[in-house]
Protein backbone atom coordinates (compact mmCIF):
# COMPACT_ATOMS: atom_id res chain seq x y z
CA UNK A 1 0.00 0.00 0.00
CA UNK A 2 1.44 3.95 -0.47
CA UNK A 3 1.12 5.86 2.64
CA UNK A 4 -0.28 8.73 2.62
CA UNK A 5 0.87 12.11 3.75
CA UNK A 6 -0.95 14.57 6.41
CA UNK A 7 -3.12 17.51 5.53
CA UNK A 8 -1.26 20.19 6.01
CA UNK A 9 2.13 20.76 6.71
CA UNK A 10 4.67 23.62 7.98
CA UNK A 11 8.25 25.29 7.33
CA UNK A 12 10.54 24.08 10.23
CA UNK A 13 12.54 26.68 9.64
CA UNK A 14 15.91 24.17 9.21
CA UNK A 15 17.16 23.68 5.96
CA UNK A 16 17.94 20.14 6.03
CA UNK A 17 14.67 19.06 7.78
CA UNK A 18 12.21 20.77 5.38
CA UNK A 19 8.78 20.64 6.24
CA UNK A 20 7.07 19.15 9.07
CA UNK A 21 3.34 18.60 9.91
CA UNK A 22 1.34 21.31 11.03
CA UNK A 23 0.68 20.18 14.61
CA UNK A 24 4.52 19.33 15.14
CA UNK A 25 6.74 21.32 17.58
CA UNK A 26 10.16 21.80 15.92
CA UNK A 27 12.85 22.51 19.15
CA UNK A 28 16.10 21.53 20.66
CA UNK A 29 16.70 18.32 22.01
CA UNK A 30 17.63 20.26 25.20
CA UNK A 31 14.06 21.41 26.10
CA UNK A 32 13.07 17.89 25.85
CA UNK A 33 15.04 16.88 28.85
CA UNK A 34 14.69 16.30 32.79
CA UNK A 35 18.23 16.79 34.19
CA UNK A 36 21.38 17.68 32.16
CA UNK A 37 23.21 15.59 30.24
CA UNK A 38 25.78 13.37 31.82
CA UNK A 39 28.84 11.66 30.81
CA UNK A 40 29.63 7.74 32.07
CA UNK A 41 31.55 6.85 35.26
CA UNK A 42 35.23 5.89 34.73
CA UNK A 43 36.97 2.85 36.32
CA UNK A 44 39.88 0.86 35.78
CA UNK A 45 40.64 -2.31 34.63
CA UNK A 46 40.52 -4.01 38.29
CA UNK A 47 37.27 -2.73 38.84
CA UNK A 48 35.45 -4.96 36.03
CA UNK A 49 33.66 -8.39 36.90
CA UNK A 50 32.06 -7.69 40.08
CA UNK A 51 29.19 -4.86 41.45
CA UNK A 52 26.67 -3.76 39.28
CA UNK A 53 25.90 -4.28 35.69
CA UNK A 54 27.59 -1.43 33.54
CA UNK A 55 26.53 -0.35 30.00
CA UNK A 56 29.53 0.18 27.77
CA UNK A 57 30.49 1.37 24.34
CA UNK A 58 30.00 -1.62 22.39
CA UNK A 59 26.67 -2.54 23.84
CA UNK A 60 25.41 0.25 21.88
CA UNK A 61 26.35 -0.96 18.38
CA UNK A 62 24.55 -4.93 19.28
CA UNK A 63 20.60 -5.67 19.41
CA UNK A 64 19.25 -3.46 17.67
CA UNK A 65 20.25 0.05 19.76
CA UNK A 66 18.28 -1.31 22.63
CA UNK A 67 20.29 -2.47 25.91
CA UNK A 68 20.23 -6.18 26.95
CA UNK A 69 20.63 -6.54 30.47
CA UNK A 70 21.89 -10.41 30.44
CA UNK A 71 25.01 -9.93 28.10
CA UNK A 72 26.35 -6.55 30.11
CA UNK A 73 29.87 -6.58 32.58
CA UNK A 74 29.84 -5.77 35.91
CA UNK A 75 31.76 -3.32 37.64
CA UNK A 76 32.80 -1.93 41.58
CA UNK A 77 31.41 1.28 41.98
CA UNK A 78 30.27 3.32 45.46
CA UNK A 79 26.53 3.67 46.24
CA UNK A 80 27.23 7.56 45.54
CA UNK A 81 28.47 6.35 42.12
CA UNK A 82 25.20 4.16 41.84
CA UNK A 83 23.44 6.61 42.19
CA UNK A 84 25.29 9.58 40.34
CA UNK A 85 25.12 7.04 37.41
CA UNK A 86 22.37 5.37 37.15
CA UNK A 87 20.09 3.19 34.66
CA UNK A 88 16.47 4.21 34.35
CA UNK A 89 14.21 2.78 31.71
CA UNK A 90 13.92 4.75 29.13
CA UNK A 91 17.23 6.89 29.41
CA UNK A 92 18.75 7.07 26.06
CA UNK A 93 22.72 6.81 25.44
CA UNK A 94 24.92 8.57 23.16
CA UNK A 95 28.40 7.20 22.37
CA UNK A 96 30.70 10.24 22.58
CA UNK A 97 34.01 8.91 21.19
CA UNK A 98 34.70 6.51 18.67
CA UNK A 99 37.36 4.88 16.66
CA UNK A 100 34.76 5.23 13.24
CA UNK A 101 33.37 8.43 12.46
CA UNK A 102 30.11 6.49 11.35
CA UNK A 103 30.16 5.21 15.26
CA UNK A 104 29.74 8.59 16.76
CA UNK A 105 26.49 9.47 18.85
CA UNK A 106 24.41 6.02 18.09
CA UNK A 107 22.02 6.40 20.29
CA UNK A 108 20.76 3.09 22.27
CA UNK A 109 17.88 2.91 24.61
CA UNK A 110 17.49 1.65 28.15
CA UNK A 111 14.88 -0.57 29.72
CA UNK A 112 13.84 -1.95 32.37
CA UNK A 113 16.42 -4.02 34.83
CA UNK A 114 15.78 -5.60 37.85
CA UNK A 115 19.27 -4.45 39.40
CA UNK A 116 21.45 -1.74 39.60
CA UNK A 117 23.13 -0.73 36.21
CA UNK A 118 25.24 2.23 35.76
CA UNK A 119 26.76 3.15 32.36
CA UNK A 120 30.73 3.89 31.02
CA UNK A 121 32.85 7.24 30.13
CA UNK A 122 32.48 6.87 26.66
CA UNK A 123 29.06 7.69 26.67
CA UNK A 124 26.79 10.13 27.62
CA UNK A 125 23.19 10.02 29.13
CA UNK A 126 19.68 11.89 27.88
CA UNK A 127 17.15 11.43 30.12
CA UNK A 128 14.11 13.02 28.42
CA UNK A 129 10.83 14.46 30.05
CA UNK A 130 8.33 11.60 30.81
CA UNK A 131 5.64 14.45 30.17
CA UNK A 132 5.70 14.91 25.97
CA UNK A 133 8.64 12.56 25.30
CA UNK A 134 8.48 9.12 24.11
CA UNK A 135 12.13 7.51 24.31
CA UNK A 136 11.34 5.29 21.70
CA UNK A 137 10.53 7.32 18.94
CA UNK A 138 13.43 9.53 19.84
CA UNK A 139 15.60 6.85 19.10
CA UNK A 140 14.38 6.42 16.21
CA UNK A 141 14.58 9.69 14.94
CA UNK A 142 18.02 10.24 16.42
CA UNK A 143 19.61 7.04 14.80
CA UNK A 144 17.63 7.70 11.65
CA UNK A 145 19.81 8.57 8.35
CA UNK A 146 19.18 12.34 8.46
CA UNK A 147 20.48 12.46 12.14
CA UNK A 148 23.32 10.08 11.61
CA UNK A 149 24.91 12.48 9.01
CA UNK A 150 24.07 15.78 11.29
CA UNK A 151 25.79 14.05 14.22
CA UNK A 152 28.96 13.16 12.06
CA UNK A 153 29.35 16.56 10.90
CA UNK A 154 29.04 17.99 14.29
CA UNK A 155 31.68 15.32 15.82
CA UNK A 156 35.23 16.28 15.95
CA UNK A 157 37.89 14.05 14.75
CA UNK A 158 41.48 13.54 15.77
CA UNK A 159 42.61 9.97 16.54
CA UNK A 160 39.20 9.64 17.85
CA UNK A 161 35.89 11.11 17.08
CA UNK A 162 34.38 12.85 19.62
CA UNK A 163 30.92 15.11 20.19
CA UNK A 164 30.64 17.37 22.96
CA UNK A 165 27.53 17.73 25.00
CA UNK A 166 26.39 21.31 23.67
CA UNK A 167 26.33 19.61 19.94
CA UNK A 168 23.68 16.94 20.98
CA UNK A 169 21.94 20.07 23.04
CA UNK A 170 21.64 21.97 20.16
CA UNK A 171 20.36 19.17 17.79
CA UNK A 172 17.03 20.59 16.19
CA UNK A 173 14.03 17.41 15.92
CA UNK A 174 10.69 17.23 15.49
CA UNK A 175 8.88 16.61 18.30
CA UNK A 176 4.84 15.36 17.41
CA UNK A 177 2.14 15.43 20.33
CA UNK A 178 2.77 12.39 22.72
CA UNK A 179 0.80 9.95 21.64
CA UNK A 180 1.64 10.31 18.04
CA UNK A 181 5.30 9.51 19.16
CA UNK A 182 4.23 6.80 20.64
CA UNK A 183 2.69 5.78 17.45
CA UNK A 184 4.83 6.09 15.42
CA UNK A 185 7.30 4.09 17.66
CA UNK A 186 4.81 0.91 17.55
CA UNK A 187 4.26 1.34 14.01
CA UNK A 188 8.59 0.89 13.13
CA UNK A 189 8.34 -1.11 15.96
CA UNK A 190 5.95 -3.59 13.98
CA UNK A 191 7.50 -2.79 10.63
CA UNK A 192 11.06 -3.18 11.17
CA UNK A 193 10.78 -6.27 12.63
CA UNK A 194 8.74 -7.73 9.91
CA UNK A 195 11.50 -6.49 7.71
CA UNK A 196 14.42 -7.68 10.25
CA UNK A 197 12.28 -11.25 10.12
CA UNK A 198 12.66 -11.31 6.30
CA UNK A 199 16.74 -10.11 6.38
CA UNK A 200 17.13 -13.26 8.50
CA UNK A 201 15.71 -15.57 6.00
CA UNK A 202 18.01 -13.90 3.13
CA UNK A 203 20.93 -14.68 5.97
CA UNK A 204 19.94 -18.22 7.03
CA UNK A 205 19.97 -18.78 2.74
CA UNK A 206 23.19 -17.59 2.25
CA UNK A 207 24.57 -19.82 5.26
CA UNK A 208 22.97 -22.90 3.57
CA UNK A 209 24.40 -21.45 0.20
CA UNK A 210 27.72 -21.44 1.44
CA UNK A 211 27.23 -24.85 3.65
CA UNK A 212 26.57 -26.38 0.68
CA UNK A 213 29.22 -24.65 -1.55
CA UNK A 214 32.06 -26.26 0.88
CA UNK A 215 29.99 -29.93 1.03
CA UNK A 216 30.48 -29.59 -3.34
CA UNK A 217 34.11 -28.60 -3.26
CA UNK A 218 34.87 -30.95 -0.29
CA UNK A 219 33.02 -34.28 -2.29
CA UNK A 220 34.69 -33.14 -5.99
CA UNK A 221 38.70 -32.89 -4.10
CA UNK A 222 38.12 -35.56 -2.07
CA UNK A 223 36.18 -38.05 -4.01
CA UNK A 224 35.99 -37.05 -7.62
CA UNK A 225 33.38 -37.32 -9.70
CA UNK A 226 32.52 -40.69 -10.72
CA UNK A 227 30.25 -42.41 -8.19
CA UNK A 228 31.27 -45.37 -9.54
CA UNK A 229 34.91 -45.26 -8.85
CA UNK A 230 36.46 -48.21 -6.91
CA UNK A 231 37.45 -46.72 -3.37
CA UNK A 232 40.15 -47.35 -0.96
CA UNK A 233 41.13 -46.41 2.62
CA UNK A 234 43.42 -43.18 2.18
CA UNK A 235 44.86 -44.37 5.77
CA UNK A 236 43.73 -41.12 6.98
CA UNK A 237 41.04 -41.58 9.80
CA UNK A 238 39.57 -37.94 8.82
CA UNK A 239 39.57 -37.98 5.89
CA UNK A 240 38.43 -41.57 5.47
CA UNK A 241 38.11 -43.32 1.58
CA UNK A 242 39.51 -42.21 -1.11
CA UNK A 243 39.41 -43.09 -5.48
CA UNK A 244 41.63 -46.21 -5.70
CA UNK A 245 43.95 -44.97 -8.30
CA UNK A 246 44.20 -41.73 -6.46
CA UNK A 247 47.84 -41.02 -4.39
CA UNK A 248 47.50 -39.75 -0.93
CA UNK A 249 50.87 -37.28 -0.86
CA UNK A 250 51.63 -33.61 0.62
CA UNK A 251 51.12 -30.98 -1.84
CA UNK A 252 54.87 -30.23 -2.14
CA UNK A 253 54.91 -33.75 -4.40
CA UNK A 254 52.60 -31.34 -6.70
CA UNK A 255 53.85 -27.89 -6.45
CA UNK A 256 56.84 -26.02 -4.75
CA UNK A 257 55.70 -24.17 -1.64
CA UNK A 258 57.33 -21.24 -0.18
CA UNK A 259 56.60 -18.01 2.28
CA UNK A 260 56.92 -14.31 2.01
CA UNK A 261 58.87 -12.57 4.90
CA UNK A 262 57.62 -12.81 8.51
CA UNK A 263 59.66 -9.23 9.62
CA UNK A 264 58.56 -6.12 9.28
CA UNK A 265 60.49 -4.45 6.95
CA UNK A 266 60.75 -0.73 6.93
CA UNK A 267 58.20 1.18 5.35
CA UNK A 268 58.15 4.47 2.69
CA UNK A 269 56.02 6.36 0.43
CA UNK A 270 54.66 5.07 -2.96
CA UNK A 271 57.18 5.76 -5.64
CA UNK A 272 58.28 4.54 -8.83
CA UNK A 273 61.02 2.91 -6.96
CA UNK A 274 58.51 1.57 -4.04
CA UNK A 275 57.31 -2.01 -4.15
CA UNK A 276 53.90 -3.30 -2.48
CA UNK A 277 54.09 -5.30 0.53
CA UNK A 278 50.88 -7.94 0.53
CA UNK A 279 48.95 -9.51 3.56
CA UNK A 280 46.20 -10.99 3.57
CA UNK A 281 44.37 -7.94 4.61
CA UNK A 282 45.14 -6.92 1.01
CA UNK A 283 43.10 -9.99 -0.28
CA UNK A 284 40.02 -8.60 -1.84
CA UNK A 285 37.88 -11.69 -2.56
CA UNK A 286 39.55 -13.29 -5.46
CA UNK A 287 42.17 -10.54 -6.46
CA UNK A 288 44.67 -8.70 -4.44
CA UNK A 289 43.44 -4.99 -3.71
CA UNK A 290 46.71 -2.53 -3.76
CA UNK A 291 44.25 0.21 -3.02
CA UNK A 292 45.37 0.26 0.74
CA UNK A 293 48.98 -1.17 0.74
CA UNK A 294 52.37 -0.62 2.51
CA UNK A 295 55.20 -0.15 0.38
CA UNK A 296 58.90 -1.33 0.65
CA UNK A 297 62.30 0.22 -1.02
CA UNK A 298 63.71 -1.61 -3.96
CA UNK A 299 66.48 -3.10 -1.68
CA UNK A 300 63.66 -5.17 0.58
CA UNK A 301 61.60 -6.21 -2.07
CA UNK A 302 64.19 -8.05 -3.78
CA UNK A 303 65.54 -9.75 -0.46
CA UNK A 304 62.20 -10.92 -0.15
CA UNK A 305 61.19 -12.02 -3.85
CA UNK A 306 64.84 -14.15 -3.50
CA UNK A 307 62.67 -16.72 -1.46
CA UNK A 308 58.99 -16.19 -2.81
CA UNK A 309 58.79 -14.68 -6.26
CA UNK A 310 55.40 -14.51 -7.19
CA UNK A 311 53.72 -14.84 -11.01
CA UNK A 312 50.70 -14.81 -12.51
CA UNK A 313 48.51 -18.47 -11.31
CA UNK A 314 50.45 -18.46 -8.34
CA UNK A 315 48.19 -19.54 -5.28
CA UNK A 316 48.83 -17.02 -2.39
CA UNK A 317 47.28 -17.93 1.47
CA UNK A 318 47.29 -16.51 4.66
CA UNK A 319 49.04 -18.77 7.33
CA UNK A 320 48.54 -16.59 10.43
CA UNK A 321 46.01 -15.12 12.44
CA UNK A 322 42.18 -15.32 11.77
CA UNK A 323 42.53 -15.34 8.30
CA UNK A 324 44.22 -18.68 7.97
CA UNK A 325 43.27 -20.51 5.00
CA UNK A 326 41.97 -16.93 3.30
CA UNK A 327 43.04 -17.70 -0.57
CA UNK A 328 43.37 -16.57 -3.61
CA UNK A 329 44.65 -16.97 -6.56
CA UNK A 330 47.40 -14.18 -8.42
CA UNK A 331 45.94 -13.01 -11.96
CA UNK A 332 48.23 -9.78 -12.63
CA UNK A 333 51.34 -9.51 -13.36
CA UNK A 334 52.42 -6.51 -11.02
CA UNK A 335 55.77 -6.39 -9.18
CA UNK A 336 54.84 -7.17 -5.04
CA UNK A 337 56.06 -8.42 -2.01
CA UNK A 338 54.34 -10.96 0.49
CA UNK A 339 54.67 -11.04 4.14
CA UNK A 340 52.99 -14.05 6.24
CA UNK A 341 51.41 -15.14 2.90
CA UNK A 342 52.46 -18.93 1.84
CA UNK A 343 53.06 -19.45 -1.66
CA UNK A 344 52.31 -22.42 -3.93
CA UNK A 345 53.79 -22.32 -7.51
CA UNK A 346 51.84 -23.72 -10.18
CA UNK A 347 54.26 -22.18 -13.07
CA UNK A 348 51.62 -20.73 -14.76
CA UNK A 349 49.24 -24.25 -14.70
CA UNK A 350 45.58 -23.05 -14.85
CA UNK A 351 43.92 -25.70 -13.65
CA UNK A 352 46.40 -27.11 -10.77
CA UNK A 353 45.99 -23.35 -9.52
CA UNK A 354 41.94 -23.78 -9.41
CA UNK A 355 42.15 -27.39 -8.03
CA UNK A 356 44.60 -25.85 -5.03
CA UNK A 357 42.58 -23.03 -4.35
CA UNK A 358 39.42 -25.16 -4.03
CA UNK A 359 41.21 -27.77 -1.90
CA UNK A 360 41.90 -24.65 0.47
CA UNK A 361 38.21 -23.60 0.18
CA UNK A 362 37.03 -27.05 1.73
CA UNK A 363 36.03 -28.18 5.35
CA UNK A 364 38.95 -30.94 4.76
CA UNK A 365 41.78 -27.95 5.19
CA UNK A 366 39.91 -26.29 8.32
CA UNK A 367 40.60 -29.57 9.90
CA UNK A 368 44.45 -29.66 8.60
CA UNK A 369 44.82 -26.54 10.25
CA UNK A 370 43.29 -27.40 13.51
CA UNK A 371 45.69 -30.52 13.58
CA UNK A 372 48.80 -27.91 12.78
CA UNK A 373 48.14 -24.18 13.76
CA UNK A 374 49.68 -23.12 16.86
CA UNK A 375 50.59 -20.02 18.39
CA UNK A 376 46.84 -19.29 20.48
CA UNK A 377 44.65 -17.03 19.47
CA UNK A 378 46.88 -15.33 16.66
CA UNK A 379 47.56 -19.18 15.22
CA UNK A 380 50.24 -19.99 12.91
CA UNK A 381 51.05 -22.44 10.04
CA UNK A 382 54.94 -23.36 9.35
CA UNK A 383 56.24 -23.37 6.47
CA UNK A 384 56.99 -27.24 6.89
CA UNK A 385 53.29 -27.44 7.56
CA UNK A 386 52.13 -26.26 4.16
CA UNK A 387 54.48 -28.20 2.71
CA UNK A 388 53.11 -31.71 4.63
CA UNK A 389 49.43 -30.46 3.84
CA UNK A 390 47.56 -33.59 2.74
CA UNK A 391 46.80 -34.13 -0.82
CA UNK A 392 46.35 -35.97 -3.92
CA UNK A 393 47.92 -37.25 -7.08
CA UNK A 394 45.50 -38.54 -10.10
CA UNK A 395 45.48 -37.99 -13.76
CA UNK A 396 45.44 -34.71 -14.99
CA UNK A 397 42.51 -35.14 -17.48
CA UNK A 398 40.51 -35.79 -14.30
CA UNK A 399 41.68 -32.60 -12.73
CA UNK A 400 40.46 -30.53 -15.45
CA UNK A 401 37.20 -32.23 -15.28
CA UNK A 402 36.80 -31.11 -11.82
CA UNK A 403 37.88 -27.75 -12.23
CA UNK A 404 35.74 -27.00 -14.83
CA UNK A 405 32.96 -28.86 -12.73
CA UNK A 406 33.84 -26.72 -9.57
CA UNK A 407 34.09 -23.74 -11.70
CA UNK A 408 30.65 -24.35 -12.90
CA UNK A 409 28.57 -25.10 -9.84
CA UNK A 410 30.51 -22.48 -7.38
CA UNK A 411 29.64 -19.58 -9.82
CA UNK A 412 25.81 -21.06 -9.59
CA UNK A 413 26.08 -20.97 -5.94
CA UNK A 414 27.83 -17.66 -5.81
CA UNK A 415 25.20 -16.05 -7.97
CA UNK A 416 22.47 -17.44 -5.86
CA UNK A 417 24.77 -15.38 -2.79
CA UNK A 418 25.08 -12.24 -4.55
CA UNK A 419 21.22 -12.17 -5.31
CA UNK A 420 20.68 -12.73 -1.43
CA UNK A 421 22.94 -9.62 -0.31
CA UNK A 422 21.34 -7.78 -3.10
CA UNK A 423 17.64 -8.67 -1.47
CA UNK A 424 18.97 -7.93 1.88
CA UNK A 425 20.36 -4.93 0.60
CA UNK A 426 16.87 -3.35 -0.66
CA UNK A 427 15.84 -4.38 2.63
CA UNK A 428 18.11 -2.41 4.60
CA UNK A 429 17.47 0.34 2.03
CA UNK A 430 13.84 0.09 2.68
CA UNK A 431 14.08 -0.18 6.25
CA UNK A 432 16.04 2.96 6.52
CA UNK A 433 13.26 4.80 4.47
CA UNK A 434 10.62 4.31 6.48
CA UNK A 435 12.06 5.30 9.62
CA UNK A 436 13.04 8.45 8.19
CA UNK A 437 9.96 9.17 6.42
CA UNK A 438 8.04 8.11 9.79
CA UNK A 439 9.91 10.24 12.12
CA UNK A 440 10.09 13.12 9.78
CA UNK A 441 6.35 13.47 9.30
CA UNK A 442 6.84 12.66 5.47
CA UNK A 443 4.11 9.89 5.69
CA UNK A 444 0.97 9.84 8.00
CA UNK A 445 0.89 6.22 10.09
CA UNK A 446 -1.60 7.19 12.36
CA UNK A 447 -4.31 4.83 11.99
CA UNK A 448 -2.24 2.09 11.09
CA UNK A 449 -1.07 0.64 14.36
CA UNK A 450 -4.91 0.18 16.46
CA UNK A 451 -7.04 0.17 13.11
CA UNK A 452 -5.31 -2.48 10.98
CA UNK A 453 -2.69 -3.89 12.82
CA UNK A 454 -2.08 -6.35 10.27
CA UNK A 455 -1.81 -3.48 7.42
CA UNK A 456 1.26 -4.83 4.97
CA UNK A 457 3.44 -2.00 4.23
CA UNK A 458 5.74 -0.40 1.72
CA UNK A 459 8.01 2.56 1.11
CA UNK A 460 7.15 4.71 -1.89
CA UNK A 461 8.50 8.22 -2.87
CA UNK A 462 6.83 10.66 -0.83
Not at 70 to 87: G, M
Request: hydrophobic share 40%; net charge negative; glycine share 6%.
Amino acid sequence: MSFTRYESYKDSGVEWLGEVPEHWEVCALRRLLSVPLANGIFKKKDDFGDGVLLVNVFDVYQNDFKIKYEQLDRVKCSHDEAITYQVLPDDLFFVRSSLKQEGIAVVVIAGISEEDVVFECHLIRARPKQSNVNSRYCSYLLNSLIYRAKMIAKAKITTMTTIDQEAILSTILPLPPKDEQQTIAVFLDRETAKIDALIAEQQRLIELLKENRQAVISHAVTKGLNPNAPMKDSGIEWLGEVPKHWFVVPIKRLCEVKDGTHDTPHYVDKSESSYPLITSKDFDGNSICFDNAKYISLEDHLEIIKRSNTEVEDVLMSMIGGNIGKALIVTDDNNFSIKNVALFKTKGNCNLAKYILFYLQSGLLDIQISLLSRGGAQGFLSLGDLRNLIFFKFPLEELEGIVTFLSEQTLKIDKLVGEANFQIELLQERRTALISAAVTGKIDVRGLVSANPEVKSEVVPC
